[in-house]
Nanobody, 123 residues
Framework: QVQLVESGGGLVEAGGSLRLSCAAS????????MGWFRQAPGKEREWVGG????????SYANSVKGRFTTSRDNDKNTVYLQRNSLKPEDTAVYYC????????????????WGQGTQVTVSS
């Protein structure tokens, strides 16, 4: 059983940076790959990026590649999403999710979800 809590959202101006955190509880956190998703008002949830169990492998959606970076600290049971050069279209509720073994870009593949944190990018 894994519980996830996102934090670090807020209001930021276009071009700014923001780091999101996803804190996990459970004894098998290192057994789960993690994914980041976001959902803007009136739009479907979309994949942002993913990170392997060890943290040595990552992947990103083309829309955020080069601007967003995800990392994890298994000793702290925490996954991070560093977001630079933010754009208004990055405005969304951001979610972290956990999945056994490898990460996926398909939301239905994940076993556990956080509650989400709102990120608003002003222009």
């Amino acid at each position: 059983q894994v519980q996830l809590v996102e934090s670090g959202g807020g209001l930021v101006e276009a071009g700014g940076s923001l780091r999101l955190s996803c804190a996990a509880s459970g004894r098998t956190f290192s057994n789960y790959a993690m994914g980041w998703f976001r959902q803007a008002p009136g739009k479907e949830r979309e994949w942002v990026g993913g990170i392997s169990r060890s943290g040595r492998s990552t992947s990103y959606a083309n829309s955020v590649k080069g601007r967003f970076t995800t990392s994890r600290d298994n000793d702290k049971n925490t996954v991070y999403l560093q977001r630079n050069s933010l754009k208004p279209e990055d405005t969304a509720v951001y979610y972290c999710a956990a999945r056994k073994l490898s990460y996926s870009d398909y939301p239905g593949a994940y076993d556990y979800w956080g509650q989400g944190t709102q990120v608003t990018v002003s222009s």
